[in-house]
Structure formats: structure tokens, C-alpha cells
């Protein structure tokens, strides 16, 4: 039986040569397909070697094994029809479509990213916004809290020297109140003291002037006196006889006359004139026999016709 072994040989090796063939063109149809996507759409794609082996592998079959397979009828062998062949410009409008759903998922994720990118900056310069305005809250609170408490030291410090400056003037013024009344009290004193001296003087001159009237020394000098100014009067032509004049004449100790004034006197302006220049004509006036006797104001009537 070689000769049957010999055509299942060739059958096997026909039937292995056509699943080849077919298994070719697939590949060949499949790298055509994926040529055109990667120069459509610029996708690479890794590439699948070919098969570097095309021999066909044949494999010796049992006699007993082909006696049973003549046994058998033989069944009509039963093509399978070729797949469809895809259409470039369909892979091609693909391969576009898939780019395009591409671009947009990317365009969309980076759109995304942005907004989420926008979001992130938003809120966190929000946060910054919202930490400088906290620190400048606080910052302000702190200078307030300053101030008011630099305002209060100082009112504390205004009022505590306002209270010691009331306390220096009250004790200013008391101490002045006191030196004041002391002062008072020793001019009052040394008044008192003088009013009494100067009373006690006067007494004493008074009984001076007494004891020297009773013993006739006092109207002795003022005769003198009167006598002396009279000698010294230049009689004007308007003067009448029996001429009276009353005289107040302050004089100084030596005599010197300091001032003069006319009291009641019947004459014209002339006459009273005349009477005054006398009076200073004739100073320094006579003294006194006693110093008892001496008189700062003196007071006499003129009378030059006696």
C-alpha cells in the first residue's frame, strides 16, 4: 500500500499548503491594514516579524491508521469562504474618526486639567487672600490693643501728674497762705509797733510843746519865724493894711523850707505870690532853742503890720 501512503502524503501536504496560503493572506491583509492606519493616523505600532520558515512540515502517517481511513468514505472536502477584505479609505476614515475621538478626549482631559489647574490657583489664592487679610486683621487688633493701652498709660500718667501738680499747688498755695498771714502778721506787728512808737513820739513832743507853750519858748519861736519872712516880703502895690494871711510851711531839720501854702488870706493873686517868695526867701528858717521844739509842719498867721 505505499502508493496510498504516498497520495495521503500529498493530500495532507496539499491540505497543509492551502491553511498556509490562507493563513499568508490574512497576515498580508492585516499588515496592509495597519500600514495604512500608521500612515493615516501616525500611529506606530509595534511590527510583527514574518515568518522567516515557510517549508511544510510533513508528518508520516500509520498504515493501519490509512487502511481505517479508506475504510471510511471520503467526505467532500469543504472550502471556507475568504474573509471580506477591509476597504482602505473605511480604515482610513477609521483611523481619522479614531484620531479625532483621540484629540477631543485629550483636548477635553486637558481642558479638565486647566480648569482644575484654574480651580487649585483660585482657592489657594483665595486661602492667601483670606491669610493676609487674617494677618492684617490681626495686626490691626494688635495695634489697636497698643494704642488703647499706650493711650490709657498715658491717660494714667496724665492724671497721676495732674493730681501731683494739684497736690504741689495746694501745698504751693498753703505754704503761701502760711508765709502770706506770716507776713501779715509781722507787718501788723511791726505797725502796731511803729504806731506805738510814733504815738509814744508824739506824746512825748506833744508834752514837749506843752511844757515849752507854758513856759513861753515855743511862741518865742515861732515869732522869730514870722518875723523873718515878714522882713523878707516885698509889699506889692495891690496890698491892703491890716493885711492877715494863715501860713503852712513844711520845713526839713536845719531849717530848709520845703513847701509852702496859703490858707485864708484876703488878698489878690500878687499879694499871695509875694507872701510865698518870702516865705522861700527866708529859708533856712531860725531854730529852735530846743530840739523839742522843732516843728516839720508849722503854722502861723502873717501879719506884716505889727
Not at 155 to 184: F, L, S, W
Not at 187 to 212: G, I, K, N, P
Not at 254 to 268: E, K, L, S
Amino acid at each position: 500500500m505505499p502508493g496510498t501512503g504516498a497520495v495521503a502524503v500529498r493530500n495532507a501536504g496539499f491540505a497543509a499548503t492551502t491553511d498556509q496560503r490562507r493563513s499568508l493572506l490574512w497576515s498580508l491583509g492585516i499588515h496592509v491594514a495597519l500600514l495604512a492606519i500608521i500612515l493615516l493616523g501616525g500611529i506606530v505600532l509595534p511590527h510583527k516579524p514574518q515568518p522567516s520558515d515557510l517549508g511544510i512540515k510533513a508528518t508520516l502517517i500509520d498504515p493501519d491508521a490509512m487502511r481505517k481511513m479508506r475504510r471510511r468514505p471520503a467526505r467532500p472536502e469543504v472550502q471556507k469562504p475568504e474573509p471580506p477584505q477591509p476597504d482602505p479609505a473605511v480604515k482610513a476614515a477609521e483611523a481619522q474618526k479614531l484620531q479625532a475621538e483621540r484629540e477631543r478626549k485629550l483636548a477635553e482631559q486637558q481642558a479638565a486639567e486647566r480648569k482644575q489647574a484654574q480651580q487649585k490657583a483660585a482657592e489657594q489664592q483665595a486661602a492667601e487672600q483670606k491669610l493676609a487679610e487674617r494677618k492684617l486683621a490681626d495686626k490691626k487688633a494688635a495695634e489697636k490693643k497698643a494704642a488703647e493701652k499706650k493711650a490709657a498709660e498715658k491717660q494714667a500718667a496724665e492724671k497721676k501728674a495732674a493730681e501731683k501738680k494739684a497736690a504741689d499747688q495746694a501745698a504751693a498755695e498753703k505754704a503761701a497762705a502760711e508765709k502770706a498771714e506770716a507776713q501779715r502778721r509781722a507787718v501788723e506787728e511791726t505797725r502796731r509797733r511803729t504806731e506805738q512808737a510814733e504815738l509814744a513820739r508824739q506824746l512825748a513832743e506833744e508834752d514837749a510843746l506843752l511844757a515849752a507853750a507854758d513856759s513861753g519858748a515855743l511862741a518865742e519861736y515861732v515869732a522869730l519865724i514870722r518875723q523873718k519872712v515878714e522882713r523878707n516880703w516885698v509889699r506889692p502895690p495891690s496890698a491892703r493894711s491890716g493885711l492877715e494871711c494863715e501860713l503852712y510851711v513844711t520845713q526839713i531839720p536845719g531849717g530848709q523850707v520845703t513847701g509852702v501854702r496859703i490858707g485864708d488870706c484876703p488878698a489878690d493873686d500878687a499879694v499871695r505870690r509875694s507872701i510865698e517868695a518870702a516865705v522861700l526867701r527866708a529859708s533856712p528858717l531860725p531854730m529852735p532853742s530846743s530840739q523839742a521844739l522843732f516843728e516839720r509842719n508849722l503854722r502861723f498867721v502873717f501879719r506884716p503890720e505889727e
